[in-house]
């Protein structure tokens, strides 16, 4: 092989690497040198080859979490909860550093709320309940990009 095919066939791979096509539905974002840089929304973008890459594919369409039952037990007030939350990413960058762990992230979130409203919560029932639990878990979130989009925990008897 000669020189000039090598270097034919390294600048056809550079720019196979440089060419990030991102569907519907998911952003991307990118790391130079492993610091966020930007955010690749759907659409097909250029990166820098072996300076940037992509360190999260996020799905921007929304995610399900199963929230264990737990005990909640604070100043004179028992309850049991468990259920479902359903949340999505509205912001990639401010979401980026918890990538990798966001279903955790939102489930620890969501056990310190329940734990911080267990006093107020109790006196709830049903449809509040959850609305309330949904607008605690809005407040904690939104400034990580997240947003609870809909929330049904089941609130077992007082203990």
């Known amino acids: 092989m000669t020189l000039s095919m090598l270097l034919l066939i390294s600048a056809g791979v550079l720019l196979v690497l440089a060419i990030q096509r991102v569907p519907q539905g998911q952003a991307f974002t990118v790391h130079r040198f492993g610091e966020y840089r930007r955010t690749l ?45 359903w949340y999505q990413v509205i912001d990639p960058a401010q979401a980026d550093p918890r990538a990798d762990h966001l279903d955790d ?16 919560l109790a006196s709830l029932e049903g449809l509040e309940f959850n609305a309330a639990v949904k607008t605690a878990m ?13 929330c049904e925990l089941d609130r077992g008897a007082q203990v």
């Open 41 to 85: 929304n759907p659409g097909v973008h250029w990166i820098v080859p072996l300076v940037e890459s992509v360190a999260h594919r996020m799905s921007l369409t929304g995610r399900a979490v199963r929230f264990p039952t737990v005990q909640l037990s604070r100043e004179d007030t028992a309850l049991r909860v468990g259920g479902s939350l």
């Open 105 to 120: 992230f939102v489930l620890e979130s969501t056990h310190a709320a329940l734990d911080d409203l267990a006093p107020w």
């Open 138 to 150: 809005n407040q904690r979130l939104r400034p990580h990009g997240l947003l609870v989009t809909r």
